[in-house]
C-alpha cells in the first residue's frame, strides 16, 4: 500500500467535536482515515501507513490509554449527522436491531467466545456485538451497540433493551418503528419495552411459534396450511398473502401475516415467511414495504467488514476495542457526509453501499500523495522514502521474519 500523506478531508467535522482535545482530534482523524484507506486496519497498520499517526505507541496510546470518552464522542457523531439533510433522522425511519459476529483466532479478546453466525449458517469462534442501526429512504448509519460477553450476566436481549434506553432516554432518535429478526422478536420482555416508548415495531416469527385459531394453539406453520392466501402486487413483486389479527404465544394480540414472494424460476426457494407487528390495524403492504429498510444493516456489516477494520481489532484491552468499533462507526458516518457522486457523476443512493463515497475516499488519497511528491523539494521526498522504507521489503528471511512488501 502506498503511504498516506495527510488526512482525508471527510474527517474534518470531527475538528468540532469538544470530547475531544486537539491532540486527541488528530489521532481520531489519524484512526478513522487509517480504517478508510489504509490496507492494514490494525493499530499497527494504520501507524505504519497514515504518515501522520506518529507512531505506533501513538496511536495505540490514543485507543487504550488516553483519557476521551467513547460514547460523548458516538452522541456527537449522531449529533453532527443531524446537522445535514441527507442525513437527518426522522418519525418515518425505522431502528433495526441485528447482531454480527467477527471471526478470531484468538484466545485473549473481550468478549471471545462460540457464536452461531446466522450469515455462515454456523457455530464459529468470534466476538459477537449487538447493534441498533437507523434507516430510511435517503440515509443509514449505526447508532449504538453492545459487546456481548457470555461470561457477562446479561443476555443480548438485556443489551438490546439497554440500547433502546439510551436512544430514546438520552439521544432521542425519533424513529416510529423498531425492526428485527427472528431472535429478537421472540422476547416478550424486549417488546414490552419498545412499546413503553409508544413504539411500534416488525418482526419475523420462527415456524414453531403459537398461535390461536379455530379455539385452538397450532404452529404458525401449521396455520399457513389451513389457510387461503391472496395474491398482491407491491412493488413490482407479486406474493401470496394472509393477514388478521392474532393471538401469539407471549406477545398477545398481534397484526399476524403469513407471506410468500411469487417468482417464476423454478429453482427459487421463496419459503414463506411470518410476520406480527404491534400495527394491528396496517395494511400487508405497508408490514411488507416496512420490513424491507432491515436491509440497509446488513449492507453496513458487509461494507465494514470488508472495508473499514470492522474485525481487525486486535486489542485485547476492552476499553480499546471499545473505542475502535467506535471509531469505525464514526468512519462510516464521515463517509456518509461524504460526495454524493463519484468522479464521473454517477449518482449514489445514501441508504446503499458506501462503496462510491469509500471509493472517492481512496482517491483523495493517491492525489494527496502525488501533490505532496509534487511541492516538496528532492531533499523533503528523501525524507519522506526514509519514513516509509517499512512499507518495503527489508528483511530477506534470513533472521526468521517474514519482510514487509508494498
Known amino acids: 500500500m502506498l503511504p498516506i500523506t495527510d488526512l482525508l478531508s471527510c474527517t474534518e467535522p470531527i475538528d468540532e467535536f469538544e470530547s475531544l482535545s486537539p491532540e486527541q482530534q488528530h489521532h481520531a482523524k489519524t484512526y478513522t482515515t487509517g480504517l478508510v484507506a489504509a490496507s492494514n486496519k490494525t493499530v499497527a497498520g494504520i501507524a505504519r501507513e497514515v504518515i501522520p499517526a506518529q507512531g505506533k505507541r501513538a496511536v495505540n496510546k490514543f485507543l487504550t490509554e488516553y483519557d476521551w470518552d467513547e460514547d460523548q464522542v458516538n452522541h456527537e457523531r449522531l449529533e453532527e449527522l443531524q446537522k445535514h439533510g441527507e442525513t437527518r433522522w426522522s418519525q418515518d425511519g425505522y431502528i433495526i436491531l441485528d447482531d454480527s459476529v467477527n471471526h478470531k483466532t484468538g484466545k485473549e479478546l473481550p468478549g471471545v467466545g462460540r457464536f452461531y453466525d446466522h450469515a455462515e449458517g454456523e457455530t464459529v469462534w468470534g466476538q459477537n456485538l449487538v447493534y441498533a442501526f437507523y434507516a430510511d429512504e435517503k440515509t ?103 393477514t388478521q389479527k392474532r393471538s401469539v404465544s407471549e406477545l398477545g394480540e398481534v397484526r399476524l401475516l403469513i407471506a410468500e414472494k411469487v417468482t417464476e424460476e423454478e429453482d427459487d426457494e421463496n419459503p414463506v415467511r411470518y410476520f406480527a407487528s404491534n400495527k394491528i390495524g396496517a395494511p400487508s403492504e405497508h408490514l411488507i414495504r416496512s420490513y424491507s429498510f432491515r436491509w440497509p444493516v446488513e449492507v453496513f456489516f458487509e461494507d465494514s467488514k470488508q472495508d473499514l477494520g470492522f474485525g481487525d481489532c486486535e486489542v485485547r484491552d476492552e476499553g480499546g476495542a471499545s473505542r475502535h468499533w467506535h471509531l469505525q462507526m464514526l468512519a462510516y458516518s464521515l463517509l456518509r457526509l461524504g460526495p454524493e457522486s463519484s468522479a464521473s457523476g454517477t449518482q449514489c443512493s445514501k441508504a446503499s453501499s458506501i462503496q462510491v463515497q469509500l471509493e472517492y475516499a481512496l482517491k483523495e488519497a493517491v492525489y494527496n500523495l502525488f501533490s505532496w511528491v509534487r511541492d516538496h523539494p528532492k531533499q523533503a521526498l528523501d525524507e519522506l522514502m526514509e519514513e516509509i522504507e517499512h512499507l518495503f521489503l527489508h528483511s530477506d528471511g534470513s533472521d526468521g521474519s517474514k519482510g514487509w512488501y508494498l
Do not use: C
Not at 142 to 147: G, K, N
Not at 149 to 175: F, N, Q, S, W
Not at 202 to 228: F, M
Open 140 to 242: 443509514a448509519y449505526p447508532l449504538a451497540f453492545r459487546l456481548y460477553d457470555d461470561d457477562d450476566d446479561r443476555t443480548k436481549y438485556d443489551l438490546a433493551r439497554e440500547i433502546i434506553t439510551e436512544l430514546e432516554d438520552e439521544v432521542g432518535v425519533p424513529a416510529d418503528t423498531y425492526l428485527m429478526d427472528s431472535w429478537f422478536t421472540h422476547d416478550s420482555n424486549l417488546i414490552d419495552h419498545i412499546e413503553s416508548y409508544d413504539k411500534d415495531w416488525i418482526g419475523p416469527l420462527r415456524s414453531n411459534r403459537q398461535v390461536t385459531y379455530g379455539g385452538e394453539e397450532i404452529r404458525v406453520d401449521a396455520l399457513a396450511e389451513r389457510i387461503d392466501t391472496v395474491e398482491r402486487e407491491i412493488d413490482d413483486e407479486t406474493y401470496k398473502i394472509w
